[in-house]
């Protein structure tokens, strides 16, 4: 397989991944809105804040890498 098509594939991947992050970070946004209208603000509400906060630091480490890939087949 040529270098061009092996980092098209790993950008390809790399937006599956992104997009399976953003699904689950809106999914726990639903559930943590939910619990937070409820009043229901104990250690499942807390965990599910922390979660998102690391899902948003996975999704700019995914697209820091989707952006140097691109830059990689700008070089090619």
Known sequence: MAKIDEIKEHIGAL???LN???AIILALGAGVSKLY???NEG???W???VLIILLFVLFIVIS???HNNIKKLKDL
Do not use: G
Request: charged fraction near 15%; glycine fraction near 0%.
């Open 47 to 49: 965990t599910a804040i």
């Open 37 to 39: 209208l409820s009043r």
């Open 64 to 66: 820091k890498s989707i």
């Open 20 to 22: 399976i992050v953003v």
């Open 15 to 17: 937006k599956s991944y």
């Open 43 to 45: 250690v499942l509400f």
